[in-house]
């Protein structure tokens, strides 16, 4: 049965283009990205956060106000959309501007990691953690970076110009950054820890 898929914008930089927003089955922002939406005439499907830099709440579309500051406006929505029996989140906006939120989104999306696929997109790229294997189509040339959080151990890549062979990745050590799909189809496997992927889209 095909999951329903679920589109967050966060209040970062706006991406200078969207994907086709009736692809997915529901279309979120959180906070101050409301500003984003009604500024350009979107109407999304719900509206949540603690609403402390949004100008204008809404009155025609789902609003849920979350004020508990034990979590993040991201980590809450996701716990709705969870709740929801959503899975598949592709989230735009999570980096740029400030950067501590950015962090703050790589954190949540790795807490988040098991049970949901949680996708950010930018103008540059992607970047999403894989849980123990990544199969990927139609990537050559593109750059791919392997980021551990904070290690991934037994690292085996395919695809990729310099190919990781049961290797250990550790942050503030070394890195698998500025990498590059050499074929088509890659592949990345790991045995344990954490691992964020970055490919860009050219």
């Not at 979120?28 to 500024?39: E, L, P, R, S, V």
């Not at 950010?120 to 750059?143: A, C, H, S, V």
């Not at 990498?179 to 592949?187: G, L, M, P, S, V």
Request: charged content about 20%; glycine content about 8%; overall charge negative.
């Amino acid at each position: 049965m095909k999951t329903k898929k679920a589109f967050i914008l966060l209040n970062g930089s706006e991406p200078n283009s969207f994907p086709d927003l009736t692809e997915y089955n529901i279309v979120c922002a959180i906070d101050g990205a409301y500003n984003y939406f009604k500024n350009n005439n979107i109407e999304p499907d719900l509206v949540t956060g603690d609403f402390d830099s949004i100008n204008t709440i809404p009155t025609s579309t789902e609003v849920i106000n979350t004020p508990n500051q034990d979590f993040t406006d991201f980590e809450k929505a996701l716990q709705i959309l969870k709740h929801r029996g959503y899975y598949d989140i592709d989230v735009y906006g999570g980096s740029g501007k400030e950067h501590d939120h950015f962090l703050g989104n790589i954190s949540t999306a790795k807490q988040w990691k098991i049970g949901l696929n949680i996708t950010f997109f930018d103008d540059f790229g992607k970047y999403f953690f894989i849980n123990d294997f990544y199969y990927g189509t139609n990537l050559k040339d593109r750059n791919v970076s392997l980021i551990p959080m904070p290690v991934a151990n037994g690292i085996i890549t395919k695809g990729l110009l310099y190919p990781l062979n049961n290797e250990t990745l550790t942050f503030g050590e070394r890195l698998g950054t500025r990498n590059k799909a050499n074929e088509n189809d890659i592949q990345i496997t790991y045995d344990d820890g954490d691992l964020l992927v970055y490919i860009s889209h050219t």
